[in-house]
């Protein structure tokens, strides 16, 4: 079961990465292009929010049933996981920032509905995803996806 659900996580994550930067870059050029919003503006920041949703939960799961998750810290402690990169990356770290970018989304999604014009909905959309986007960035294990 580890390994399947480490797979969809791996490979979803290709997903989430590409939409969210397309949603980032639609909400940049919307704000600096002085574009009206559209229903394709809305469908994309909706999508870009639903597929980290469901990365989260699968990376839930994952963190539950990964010996690098929190069995990590409970059969090293937490003393031990945080004086180790990778295992501090993986129990701590990963998990910490990645639930801060999808919360991130989650909030810049929520709040542009309520504006009720286009400059101030896309300056929402592209200070709350460009911050979830370097937060997710910052965070990859890029050695494993790279390995």
Do not use: C
């Not at 009206?36 to 939960?57: G, N, W």
């Not at 959309?125 to 965070?139: D, E, G």
């Amino acid at each position: 079961m580890y390994s399947t659900v480490q797979f969809i996580h791996s490979y979803w994550a290709y997903l989430v990465l590409f939409v969210v930067l397309i949603a980032t870059i639609n909400a940049l050029a919307g704000l600096f292009g002085n574009k009206e919003y559209q229903p394709k503006d809305f469908r994309l920041s909706l999508f870009a929010l639903i597929v980290t949703h469901i990365q989260l939960l699968i990376g839930l799961v994952l963190y539950f049933i990964s010996p690098l998750g929190l069995k990590s810290i409970m059969n090293n402690g937490m003393g031990t996981v945080m004086k180790d990169s990778v295992l501090r990356l993986y129990a701590v770290e990963h998990i910490t920032v990645m639930l801060l970018a999808v919360v991130l989304i989650t909030i810049g999604y929520s709040k542009h509905k309520k504006k009720l014009t286009s400059k101030p909905k896309f300056k929402t959309l592209s200070i709350f995803y460009t911050l979830a986007l370097i937060f997710m960035l910052s965070r990859i294990p890029w050695q494993q996806w790279f390995a």
